[in-house]
Antibody
Framework: QVQLQESGPGLVKPSETLSLTCAVSGYSISSGFYWGWIRQPPGKGLEWIGT???????YYNPSLKSRLIISVDTSKNHFSLKMTSVTAADTAVYYC??????????WGQGTLVTVSS | DIVMTQSPATLSVSPGERATLSCRASQYISRNLAWYQQKPGQAPRLLIYDASTRATGIPARFSGSGSGTEFTLTISSLQSEDFAVYYC?????????FGGGTKVEIK
């Protein structure tokens, strides 16, 4: 059973960098599939952030691309999201997911990140 | 970007009745369409992919149809656990995009 778990600071100051990690269990990232990030502002809908293949190739939402880095650490079986220069508009629940053919098959439980001074 | 439009925004249905949710893509996406269910405080759950294929463990009362730009999710007989928000997502092209959601509430 594939399981994903997000972790990282719940509070980030404006203009700083948001850093989250998604720990994967029940499957080895190096074996394949794509791994993605999705977010949901409070009370709103879902927004795709970006997806990476296990080998490292990445696809980013153009609206966020200049501020994003998604990376993988196969030795720890986790992947990470870094988003720079955050503002209050980046306040959201952030989900990680395992993707297959650009469909989010398995999701983490989500972690709320609030951007505030 | 492909814009996904869901209707209605809210659907009021009695338990045991059928619910029909619509999703429209702003351009042709073949059958590259997924549906998700989200309950309050929970992560979304994949219901349907490739427009009509149920994900593992999804009950048969959930069915998807459509191709091109028009898609439908049908819940044949609503159970209490089906009251939730439903999102469609196109998987045809980057960037991946979601619809705004349909809330299915108890009538």
């Amino acid at each position: 059973q594939v399981q994903l778990q997000e972790s990282g600071p719940g509070l980030v100051k404006p203009s700083e960098t948001l850093s989250l990690t998604c720990a994967v269990s029940g499957y080895s990232i190096s074996s394949g599939f794509y791994w993605g990030w999705i977010r949901q502002p409070p009370g709103k809908g879902l927004e795709w952030i970006g997806t990476m293949y296990h080998s490292g190739s990445t696809y980013y939402n153009p609206s966020l691309k200049s501020r994003l880095i998604i990376s993988v650490d196969t030795s720890k079986n986790h992947f990470s999201l870094k988003m720079t220069s955050v503002t209050a508009a980046d306040t959201a629940v952030y989900y990680c997911a395992r993707d297959s053919s650009s469909v989010h098959e398995y999701w983490g439980q989500g972690t709320l990140v609030t951007v505030s001074s | 970007d492909i814009v996904m439009t869901q209707s209605p925004a809210t659907l009021s249905v009695s338990p045991g009745e059928r619910a029909t949710l619509s999703c429209r893509a702003s351009q042709y996406i073949s059958r590259n369409l997924a549906w998700y269910q989200q309950k309050p405080g929970q992560a979304p759950r994949l219901l349907i992919y490739d427009a009509s294929t149920r994900a593992t463990g999804i009950p048969a009362r959930f069915s998807g149809s459509g191709s091109g730009t028009e898609f439908t999710l049908t819940i044949s007989s609503l159970q209490s656990e089906d009251f939730a928000v439903y999102y469609c997502q196109q998987s045809d092209n980057w960037p991946l995009t979601f619809g705004g959601g349909t809330k299915v509430e108890i009538k």
